[in-house]
């Protein structure tokens, strides 16, 4: 059964499975990707405990998990849900122990404010040994024009340099420079057969989208370094993801993930989302 949030401006539905919101309503427009075109059956998947493709090692061992993890496919249980607020969570089991060999407990919260939405993730290692993990989220967000209008505004000046990827979304160590600036104007070849920006440790913890002038919403983050933006192909919409890693390069031995959990330690990534009216 999926949790409802709302309060009369914004109407929030999440899934248990993955603990991944699949409508998110805004003064009555669907602000989540729909999979209008057949591209993406997704809409905003938790990342755990990898982002991307990320092999690690840890202690001689290699482990290699699914394309970013295992926790949006997994069934979450709904712990608490009063209309506002909605707590799921996910333990480690016999299933989860044959890909990450740990004890841990991951939590996903979403509570609804007057305008948005404030998600938070948080892992923590229930285990004797060290845990190690990455958080991201994968928000979608709707556009409501070509994405050639839409211009996305950061807090701080950046260096656009985006790290390059081959077709298993490894990286090759090219790189495409987009210049410095605050704001990086959106293009459909920025993205096209499946492209995705990737920029490592961004600066800023706010974007704001604009189309044509218009701020269409706020997205701030906490808890992750590297910053990816990626559309479903053909899709009218576009994905701003938090990554607390980079994916692993092509060709290169594989490296700790780089964070590591004590015993009870936790790790917390934040989003938090303010909407803005769109003009029809």
Known sequence: MNAVLENGRIRAE??????????????????????????????????FPVCGMRPFSDGGKTLRLPRHGFARKSHFLLSFCDGKRAEFTLSASAETKKLYPYDFVLKAEYEIEEDGLHARFEAVNLGEDPMPLSLGGHFSFALFSPISDYVLLFEKEERFLSLGH????????????????????????????????????????????????????????????????????????VCIEPWGNLPHRAGEEFAPLPMCLSKSERAVLCQKIRYYEVTP
């Open 166 to 237: 081959d077709e298993e979304g490894l990286l090759t160590g090219e790189t495409a420079d987009m210049g410095t600036g605050y704001e990086l104007k959106l293009a459909e070849s920025m993205f096209e057969d499946g492209k995705t920006l990737i920029f490592g440790n961004v600066r800023s913890r706010t974007v704001s989208l604009f189309s044509e002038g218009n701020c269409e919403l706020r997205f701030s983050f906490g808890g992750a370094a590297n910053l990816l933006l990626w559309r479903p192909q053909g899709g009218s919409a």
């Open 14 to 47: 999440i899934s248990p499975l993955g603990a991944e919101p699949v409508s998110i309503k805004f003064c009555g427009r669907e602000r989540l990707w729909q999979n209008e075109n057949g591209a993406w059956a997704g809409h905003a998947p938790v990342l």
